[in-house]
Nanobody, 122 residues
Framework: QVQLVESGGGLVQAGGSLRLSCALS????????LGWFRRPPGKEREFVVL????????DYSDSVKGRFTVSRDNAKNTVDLQMNSLKPDDTAVYYC???????????????WGQGTQVTVSS
């Protein structure tokens, strides 16, 4: 029903910035909650940030709070993740996801993008 495609990943030096984008498509009229998750090398997928349909509510993981900013544009069907002050520990495959529950639990999200690699060098 919903497809998500991430873009914007790449290689940056520690302290640098990167902006990820996720484009949504599909015919569903559901007011989806959108989230960003990531899978660091050798680790389980972890929560990064989520944003409500209206954009009024956001929640960030402690590890990215103050450095990352999420935004969405429902008219353009996009959600972006601005990542600043990047650290080597931010290296991961980043995924955007859509769900119907405002939750940081990845199991609550129904639709997932293919992921985009972010590598932060030291």
């Amino acid at each position: 029903q919903v497809q998500l495609v991430e873009s914007g990943g790449g290689l940056v030096q520690a302290g640098g910035s990167l902006r990820l984008s996720c484009a949504l498509s599909g015919r569903s009229s559901t007011n989806y909650v959108l989230g960003w998750f990531r899978r660091p090398p050798g680790k389980e997928r972890e929560f990064v940030v989520l944003i409500s349909f209206s954009g009024a509510s956001t929640d960030y993981s402690d590890s990215v709070k103050g450095r990352f900013t999420v935004s969405r544009d429902n008219a353009k069907n996009t959600v972006d993740l601005q990542m600043n002050s990047l650290k080597p520990d931010d290296t991961a495959v980043y995924y955007c996801a859509a769900g119907t529950v405002y939750s940081d639990d990845p199991s609550k999200y129904t639709y997932w993008g293919q992921g985009t690699q972010v590598t932060v060098s030291s």
